[in-house]
Nanobody, 126 residues
Framework: QVQLVESGGGSVQAGDSLRVSCAAS????????MAWFRQAPGKEREGVAG???????RYADSVKGRFTISRNNAENTLYLQMSSLKPDDTAMYYC????????????????????WGQGTQVTVSS
């Protein structure tokens, strides 16, 4: 069964760090472009960070220098390390994936991806 399961969300204070994880099953994640998206209440889902099968990465301007996307191919897991968190980072964070044949570069565009997790909530208080 093809599945993405996010974990690691929680409630933190502004300035704190947090790492969220996405465990992939039913497919070999190393052959996929993967990404993190987030959606705050009343807002559209936006791309935060993406990683191509070859390891190239891309970040939204709002998180550049604060967030790091990485993958552990042996564990079939995607990570998002978040630091210097701000209240504006509060959102549901979703993991997404698509086979590398459909993504030539790391993408933050939602329609690129056809596999999605259920999300993990991150809340940052001031």
């Amino acid at each position: 069964q093809v599945q993405l399961v996010e974990s690691g969300g929680g409630s933190v204070q502004a300035g704190d760090s947090l790492r969220v994880s996405c465990a992939a099953s039913g497919f070999t994640a190393s052959r996929y472009c993967m990404a993190w998206f987030r959606q705050a209440p009343g807002k559209e889902r936006e791309g935060v960070a993406g990683i191509a099968a070859d390891g190239r990465t891309r970040y939204a301007d709002s998180v550049k220098g604060r967030f790091t996307i990485s993958r552990n191919n042996a564990e079939n897991t995607l990570y998002l390390q978040m630091s210097s968190l701000k209240p504006d980072d509060t959102a549901m964070y979703y993991c997404a994936a698509v086979h590398f044949t459909y993504c030539g570069a790391p993408s933050l565009i939602r329609p690129t991806y056809n596999l999605w997790g259920q999300g993990t909530q991150v809340t940052v208080s001031s």
